[in-house]
């Protein structure tokens, strides 16, 4: 089938490459013409596991091309995805000028009909307004051809998502028209053999879906914190509380992990993004804020635990910090708790020294050069000299480390753990003072 996918970032790029190499004929469009220029040379924007070959591979197939021609965009697909970025308002709602945009465009350019799947995160009643945007720009075209407007909400997850979108857990597709089903079934065909994986529903069903399902796991995730920090204060385990509970089949080992707060590109702009929602529509949205507010929190908890240790003014000090992206295997740093970690401790006066596999880089764009966070080549190099280590992301190397050099390198011992990697009571035995999340019977508990 033929497909055109509007907007290259993490969704439509690996959503067009999981296309192309079950063989549709993929075109994508993007405004960005440097992107698409390295597209072509093999130069992927984003660091995902697996999609580099994929990406290259397809290229040279010829079953996925990239262009910043709109128009040749439009008129080569049946299927026209808008995978374009929602960024969040100054209040926090989505943002559509660009998916308009883009509905704008293929009304514009259309001569025959197109089914027009919304596959960024948007608000509920976006594929109306996308509906309405064509029907206004066809009509002042005098132009009368049909078209369908879809809802096919993306569940990828950074890191996997080349794995997430080949083996899907679940299509939804939202739509009021019985007719359109026909056309997307044959599109996802080979994504849902064995047993159907496809949801239908109605076009607001589908899009309140995608946002119930991402605050669903950011509520998981801020109750198990809220948890974590009542048992540090009550001396009891958070890891021994989460087996306890995960154990039960209602609630389940997925997504119960404390920590230095969630982030990344979608949690925090969708839950942000569903109380604006709700709050237009005069409903208080309290579970929503208290999720959010208690995410807020806790990414101060690591400093709140160093200023514990140190005193509040860190002036002369230094942290080591491993791990910078919001989660392991990706670059990513949007709304990463190190941020906030780095941000408070520079407020303070510290100095940090930071290792991370991926999210170098892209820590050097947003914080360019300064004097207060030196970028250092191992997680090793990253201790020297520090007075004491913090770690903000679980990437697998960090997990068993070598404590002597650990203990050799740092001036102090004192290791604070925003992922609760290591075991509290070897720690001690080694002679390190260990904070980490919700363990209050292993570490210093309050003052
Ligand atoms: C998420 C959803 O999982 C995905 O379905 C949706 O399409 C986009 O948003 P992603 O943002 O890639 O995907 O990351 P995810 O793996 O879900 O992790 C989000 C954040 O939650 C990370 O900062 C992670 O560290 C944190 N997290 C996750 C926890 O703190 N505890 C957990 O138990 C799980």
């Given amino acids: 089938m033929k497909v055109t996918v509007f907007g290259i970032g993490y969704v439509g790029l690996v959503q067009a490459a999981v296309l192309a190499e079950v063989g549709h004929d993929v075109l994508c469009v993007d405004v960005d013409a440097r992107k698409v220029e390295n597209l072509k040379k093999g130069i992927i924007p984003i660091y995902e596991p697996g999609l580099t070959p994929l990406v290259q591979q397809n290229y040279e197939a010829g079953r996925l091309q990239f262009t910043t021609d709109a128009e040749q965009g439009v008129a080569h697909g049946v299927m026209q995805f808008i995978a374009v970025g929602t960024p969040p308002d100054e209040d926090g709602s989505a943002d559509l000028k660009y998916v308009t945009a883009v509905a704008r465009t293929i009304a514009q350019h259309m001569t025959d009909r197109k089914v027009v799947i919304d596959k960024s995160t948007v608000p509920v009643g976006t594929a109306d307004k996308v509906r309405s945007v064509m029907a206004e720009t066809l009509k002042q075209r005098g132009a009368e051809i049909a078209f369908d407007v879809v809802s096919n909400p993306e569940f990828l997850k950074e890191g996997a998502a080349v794995a997430d979108c080949m083996r899907p857990e679940r299509i939804v597709i939202g739509t009021d028209n019985p007719e359109a089903i026909e056309p997307i079934r044959e599109l996802y065909e080979p994504f849902n053999r064995n047993h159907d994986r496809m949801i ?47 154990s039960d089949s209602r609630i389940g080992y997925h997504f119960i992990y404390p920590g230095c707060g969630y982030g990344g590109s979608c949690f925090p702009k969708d839950v942000q993004a569903l109380i604006r ?116 992301t679980e990437w697998q190397n960090f997990r068993a480390p070598d404590f002597d050099v650990i203990k050799a390198s740092l001036k102090q011992p004192v290791i604070f753990d925003g992922r609760n990697l290591f075991d509290p009571e070897r720690l001690a035995k080694r002679g390190f003072t260990y904070y980490a999340i919700g363990r209050g019977a292993s570490v210093q508990v309050h003052d």
């Fill in 277 to 392: 929602t709700s709050e237009q529509i005069g409903y208080q949205p309290k579970l929503l804020q208290a999720v959010e507010h208690v995410n807020y929190q806790q990414k101060y908890k690591l400093t709140q635990f160093i200023k514990r240790e140190f005193g509040d003014n860190l002036k002369g000090k230094t942290f080591a910090l491993w791990g910078l992206s919001f989660k392991p295997n990706t670059d990513d740093m949007r709304e990463a708790s190190s941020r906030v970690l780095m941000e408070t401790l520079w407020e303070a006066g510290a100095q940090v020294q930071a290792f991370d596999p991926e999210a170098m880089d892209e820590t050097q764009r947003i914080y360019g050069h300064r004097d207060s966070l030196k970028l250092m080549g191992t997680k090793e190099a990253a201790l020297q000299g520090a007075d004491a280590l913090v770690i903000c």
């Fill in 200 to 246: 239908l529903m109605d076009v607001r069903s589908a899009e309140l879906t995608k946002y119930a399902a991402n605050c669903m796991l950011a509520t998981k995730i801020s109750f198990m914190n809220e948890i974590a920090n009542l048992a540090e204060i009550l001396g009891a385990d958070i890891e021994k509380v989460r087996q306890g509970i995960g």
